[in-house]
C-alpha cells in the first residue's frame, strides 16, 4: 500500500509542473489575441543624419518610447505596445520634443500584430512607412525579405542556396515575404556593381529581415529575426553571424523545480503527520 501511496505522490510531482508549464505556454501563446501587439523603428536612409524618434498613444502627449541619436542601419528590438492607435514622430538628433518633427506617420497597433516603422528613401524624399510583419510561416519552412537601404546600388537581386528569392529590388523598397527551404546555405546579394555573400543560417518557422546597407568597403547585410517560431514573441533582434535566434521567453523550467521541489517536502511532510501518532502509540504501549 505505501508504495502505491509513493507512485501516486510521484505521478502528482511529475503532472503538477507539466500542468504549469503548460499554462504557461497558453498565457504566451495568448498574449497575441489578448490586446497586445509589437512595434519596431528603423532608421534605413544611408544619407540622412542621425534622429530622435517618438512614439505616442494616439491623444497622449506624454512619448511611450524615445530612442535618441538613432543612426542609419539602426533596427531597434520590438517592444510590446497595448492595441491600438499610436503616431511615430521623427525629429533631428538633439531637437527639443516639442519641435516640429521632420517626419510622422499613424500607426493602428492590432491584437497580435507586429510592425517594423522606418524612415526610408534619401534624404531629399525621406519618408516614414509602416510595415505589417510577419510572424508565421508555412509548416517546416523559413521566410525571407529584404529591405534594400543602398543609396550606392539602386537595385539588388537576391539569392538563397542558389535560388532566386528577391529580384531587382528597387532601393528604399521592401519586398513581399518569401517561403525557403531552411538550412545553413549562401545568401547572396548582387547590385548593379557590387556583391556580398554569407552564409546564413535560417531555420524552419523562423522569419527573417535581411537589410542591404551601403557600408565603408561595398554592401553590409544585417539579419533580423522577426520571429523564432509560433510560439514566441517577436524580438526583431539582429542574429549575429547570420545564424541562431534569440531567447524570446524566460525559461520557467526553474520555477517549476523550485515549485516541484516544494511539493516533494510537502509530501514528505504528509507522511512523517501520519506516521507519528502511530509510532506514538506503539512506543507507550
Known sequence: M???????WALLLIAVPALLLGFT???????????????????????TPAVDVYLYSFGDSSAQ?????????TVSPYESLAAGDYTVEMRAAGAAATS?????????????GAYTVVGLGPESGLR????????????????????????KQQAVSVTWNGQPAVSSLAFGSVSAYQAVAPGTETL???????????????????VHTI????????????????????????SGAAATGFGGTAPRIPSAL???????????LAMAGGFAVRRQPRYTARHSA
Open 2 to 8: 505505501k508504495i502505491k501511496k509513493i507512485i501516486r
Open 25 to 47: 505556454a497558453a498565457g504566451s501563446a495568448s498574449a497575441a489575441t489578448s490586446g497586445t501587439g509589437w512595434v519596431r523603428l528603423a532608421h534605413l536612409s544611408p544619407n
Open 65 to 73: 518610447q524615445v530612442l535618441h541619436h538613432v543612426a542609419y542601419g
Open 100 to 112: 516640429k518633427p521632420v517626419l510622422s506617420a499613424s500607426l493602428d497597433v492590432a491584437p497580435g
Open 128 to 151: 516614414l512607412e509602416v510595415i505589417k510583419d510577419q510572424l508565421t510561416t508555412p509548416s517546416g519552412q523559413a521566410v525571407i525579405r529584404v529591405i534594400q537601404a543602398s543609396l
Open 188 to 206: 547572396h546579394v548582387a547590385g548593379e556593381s557590387e556583391t556580398s555573400n554569407s552564409k546564413v543560417t535560417l531555420t524552419a518557422g523562423s
Open 211 to 234: 537589410v542591404v546597407l551601403d557600408g565603408p568597403k561595398g554592401l553590409m547585410l544585417d539579419n533580423f529575426v522577426d520571429a523564432a517560431g509560433s510560439g514566441d514573441a517577436p
Open 254 to 264: 526553474p520555477w517549476l523545480s523550485l515549485i516541484g521541489a516544494g511539493l516533494l
